[in-house]
């Protein structure tokens, strides 16, 4: 076995970090004795040597080795090889079809997967079905014989008894004809037609023939596909997964921070992350197709979504729920009958299940109005079962479920979250998820303020654990703006000046803007620090300067020479602080107009911002054109150039077209292309086409 491998000059070629010459070690251990040996260097070559779906010289040279070890019946794991192989096969396919081509190593590795289509075949006829299931994939993949592929496909179907493996043929199929749609296209339309109709086959396999020819003719898509799709998932509730399939295994749930010496909102994270890579059902990758495949049809998925929220299989609801998730952050259009849909699995009898809603609403918490009263409720229910410190209860889920509940209630402002949100800040438990709501209940600012200023004294600043958490507590004490929190962010600016916690410094520094003349006494602090070293703390001290001090002779030469400055960020703030400062910083509109022809837009749109602040009328056209060129090449600035068009009166008619133009986009857009930014982005447009076109 490996006849040749060390023939070949490993050290000349590289990988993720660095000389491959470690690659036949790899490839050695790979079919060890020891698990464990294999486990570690499996990982290894998916983290360097096929590196996030990178394909190397050296991932290519490995491949006829790699398939040796997948045809010897005596190599432990061979089922983890041939998956391997498809991966670099189907990634580097994918890179060869891209818009800027593959490299000479994708070629090669595309060509080499495909000049083994017949073991590929084997391997999908394979006794083990971990084998036959990593294999099945590549058929659609790498054989250029349609009528072969087709006719392998088509007789592996009835052979498979499993559901997984039949699903995947199916969506092989699919593959083939979207690789191959003059040769293949026409055939697997019909077959999926045939299987769609084919009550003898499972439920699961009927829908999967739905999606996929769907998914290869987006445009024939219909009213009777989804109807169709809505009664197969009727058909699977025979089908339903037991709920400890997939729930994960109970654990005592402590403060988020005890994870590794990681700050808290890290560890949290992750922890989502890693939840979104589970799914509980075996279709839920095919629905998430089905859904792509939608795409912008946003009544047709939620009709979906709604029957695949009836489901009795706790999983198969757990994962629509994140589903829905997904088309409202991603997607505009009314989503009220969705938001109150996952609001109603508040009350599923798995806690998980009600964690996961949870989690929807409150990432959804801009449309999540329509929930408040399912929120409130829940909330309320579980104080009376679990008691008043349910915030801190030992059971993940059940934790999980309420906590997420009272950020959502928060953030609507609901003063029901209040009890929980001082349980949180009292006890100390996950007090960081408290903090990052506190800010928008200033109805309770008696209350959550003391605790607050507290909260952010008990923090080490030299501690990097908790720098987060400082900036998070700075900016709710910031949002509720009560003068009694000024002398301990002055404390904090101080301390983080002290040890050079330069990002803690700009938050505290931003903090104290929100006080204006009040904050006076941190006036001399602010003034040392205009002229500090770190590229972020001038800036921030120049704005805390003119917000504090008001004084626009004392801010003009910093802000000017700031807009002389090579780092965008430095510009943008100068200008932002201009703006503020109106008519009196005349001086600046020289080198503002200059900058309005900047190669980076966002330095011209608040730059045009800040012209049309101090210049008015007289800057309009200049204003409107850079705001208007800056909005269609990144639809990112949209946001910072309807507020400035919001402030620019009849000014801003010649943007009519342009808004109009923006509310026909039916994906998310705006900064971040987060619903709250879209949110914002949708009613500023609407209330000024109200306004303009009225004028």
């Not at 299989?313 to 994140?322: E, K, M, N, V």
């Not at 703006?579 to 022809?597: Q, S």
């Amino acid at each position: 076995m490996f006849s040749g491998l060390h023939e070949i000059d490993w050290s000349s070629m590289e990988h993720a970090y660095g000389s491959a010459e470690e690659v036949p070690t790899l490839l050695l251990a790979l079919r060890s004795s020891d698990a464990e040996e294999r486990r570690k260097a499996l990982g290894r070559f998916y983290g360097a040597v096929h590196h996030q779906g990178d394909v190397y010289a050296c991932t290519t040279a490995s491949i006829p080795f790699l398939f040796e070890l997948a045809d010897d019946v005596t190599t432990p794991d061979r089922a983890d090889m041939v998956e391997l192989l498809v991966s670099i096969g189907s990634e580097a396919l994918d890179r060869c079809d891209g818009p800027y081509g593959g490299s000479e190593a994708h070629v090669e590795a595309v060509a080499a997967v495909r000049g083994r289509a017949e073991t590929l075949i084997g391997f999908a006829r394979d006794p083990d079905v971990r084998v036959r299931g990593a294999a099945i994939p590549g058929l659609g993949l790498f054989i250029d014989d349609v009528d072969r592929a087709a006719t392998v496909l088509g007789g592996r179907l009835p052979a498979e008894a499993s559901i997984v493996e039949q699903l995947l043929i199916v969506e092989a199929m699919a593959a083939l004809a979207l690789r191959l749609p003059e040769r293949a296209e026409a055939q697997a339309m019909a077959w999926f037609t045939e299987l769609a109709a084919d009550a003898a086959v499972a439920p699961q396999t009927r829908l999967a023939a739905v999606v996929q020819r769907a998914r290869c003719a987006p445009e024939q898509i219909g009213d009777d596909t989804i109807a169709t799709a809505i009664t197969l998932l009727r058909e699977l509730e025979d089908a339903a997964v037991p709920a400890e399939a997939w729930c994960d295994p109970t654990r005592p749930a402590g403060p988020a921070a005890s994870g590794d010496g990681a700050p808290p909102q890290i560890v949290a994270a992750f922890e989502d992350l890693e939840r979104h890579r589970q799914i509980h059902s075996p279709t839920t990758d095919l629905l998430r197709t089905f859904h792509r495949t939608l795409a912008a049809k946003v009544p047709q998925r939620t009709a979906l979504l709604a029957e695949q929220l009836r489901s009795r299989d706790p999983g198969s609801c757990l994962d629509a729920i994140r589903m829905s998730a997904e088309l409202m952050k991603s997607w505009r259009g009314d989503h009220t009958r969705l938001i109150t849909l996952v609001a109603e699995q508040l009350n599923a009898s798995h806690d998980q299940v009600a964690a996961e809603a949870a989690a929807t609403l409150n990432a959804c918490h801009a449309i999540a109005e329509p929930a408040r009263k399912a929120l409130a409720a829940h909330v309320a229910a579980q104080y009376a079962s679990h008691g008043s410190d349910v915030w801190s209860t030992p059971q993940p889920h059940l934790r999980r479920s309420h906590q997420e509940a009272v950020q959502a209630l928060a953030r609507l402002g609901d003063g029901r979250a209040v009890p929980s949100i001082v349980t949180a800040l009292d006890s100390g438990d996950d007090a960081w998820r408290a903090v990052q709501v506190a800010g928008t209940l200033p109805q309770a600012a008696d209350q959550l303020i003391p605790r607050l200023c507290a909260h952010l004294r008990s923090l080490d600043l030299t501690q990097g654990l908790w720098e987060m958490g400082v900036r998070s507590n700075l900016s709710a004490l910031a949002a509720l703006a009560d003068d009694s929190s000024i002398g301990v962010i002055i404390e904090t600016l101080a301390t983080a000046v002290a040890h050079e916690v330069w990002s803690v410094a700009c938050s505290a520094l931003e903090a104290l803007r929100a006080f204006g003349p009040s904050a006076a006494p941190a006036l001399q602090t602010i003034r040392s620090l205009i002229t500090a070293s770190d590229a972020h703390v001038r800036p921030a001290a120049v704005a805390a300067l003119w917000a504090i001090a008001g004084d626009p002779d004392e801010v003009m030469q910093p802000l000017l020479d700031l807009l002389d400055d090579s780092i965008p960020f430095r510009i943008n703030e100068a200008a932002d602080v201009l703006a503020k400062i109106g008519p009196p910083a005349r001086e600046a509109l020289p080198r503002l107009r200059d900058l309005l022809t900047h190669s980076y837009e966002w330095v011209r749109v608040p730059s045009a911002a800040a012209l049309w602040e101090i210049g008015g009328d007289a800057e309009a056209p200049a204003v409107l054109d850079t705001l208007l060129q800056a909005w269609e090449q990144n639809p990112s600035t949209a946001n910072h150039v309807v507020a400035c068009l919001d402030r620019m009166g009849p000014a801003a008619r010649p943007a009519l077209p342009q808004l109009r133009s923006e509310l026909h986009h039916a994906q998310r857009r705006g900064r971040y292309d987060s619903i709250d930014n879209d949110e914002e982005l949708q009613e500023i447009s609407r209330t000024l086409i109200e306004r303009l076109a009225g004028n």
